[in-house]
């Protein structure tokens, strides 16, 4: 008897709170004291509940309440934070920004780029190679410390036609050699919000990749 009425006042209580999000709060608080006044009213006379554990209870579901409002606000300031990136990164739009890239379109102008060294080199070489593969050009660059080493692609001084090239930066050590991580200068054209990876995306010009705008070395 006492099973089915409980049942009853539950049943009562989630009729009461159709057409409510079971997540949202009030209808968790709803139905949170729904039950505990179906505990009450059904609860054994000759052996009562310990009044210690409805404020255990309540305690516990003031817990929930409260995290699930923290909840919100987090989610509420984390969309402030992207609409003020959206704003911020729109300023960087015609902004020349050297960006992590392995390959480019060259056009009639000079590219800037730069070697990044995580330590000496005896030698630097840039490697510039086509769209086959094929090392075209070589820019030596000699002995060089550690840091940022920059360079110039122009096409007119190396005499390289319009096109798709890739570039490899190679140090030289004694014998050993390893490769260096590359930027190349472009426009950034356009910037956007990408869900999916939780950044804000720079589109540019050279043929260059799009990238994330975390990934800017500089902008100038």
């Not at 000759?46 to 919100?72: I, R």
């Not at 934070?81 to 020349?96: D, F, P, R, T, W």
């Not at 510039?128 to 002995?143: C, D, F, P, R």
């Not at 999916?196 to 800017?216: C, F, H, P, R, Y």
Request: aromatic letters at 4%.
């Amino acid at each position: 008897m006492q099973t089915n009425a409980i049942a009853n006042s539950t049943n009562q209580g989630s009729d009461n709170n159709i057409g409510l999000n079971s997540n949202d709060p009030s209808a968790l608080r709803n139905e949170f004291m729904t039950l505990m006044i179906a505990q009450i009213n059904n609860q054994d006379p000759t052996d009562p509940l310990d009044p210690n554990e409805y404020v255990s209870q309540l305690a516990q579901f003031s817990q929930v309440e409260s995290l699930e409002n923290v909840t919100k606000n987090q989610a509420t300031q984390m969309t402030m934070l992207e609409n003020l990136g959206i704003v911020q990164s729109a300023n960087l739009i015609g902004k020349q920004a050297m960006v992590p890239a392995s390959s480019f379109e060259l056009n009639e102008e000079a590219i800037q780029g730069k070697a990044y060294l995580k330590s000496s080199a005896e030698n630097l070489t840039v490697e510039i190679k086509n769209s086959q593969g094929e090392v075209v050009q070589t820019l030596n660059l000699g002995s060089q410390d550690a840091g940022d080493i920059a360079f110039s692609i122009d096409p007119q001084a190396l005499g390289l036609p319009k096109g798709d090239y890739q570039i490899n930066a190679i140090v030289l050590n004694g014998e050993d050699t390893s490769a260096a991580d590359t930027f190349l200068q472009a426009e950034i054209e356009r910037v956007h919000f990408s869900s999916a990876k939780g950044t804000m995306i720079a589109e540019l010009s050279n043929g260059l990749e799009s990238t994330s705008v975390l990934n800017i070395s500089e902008v100038s």
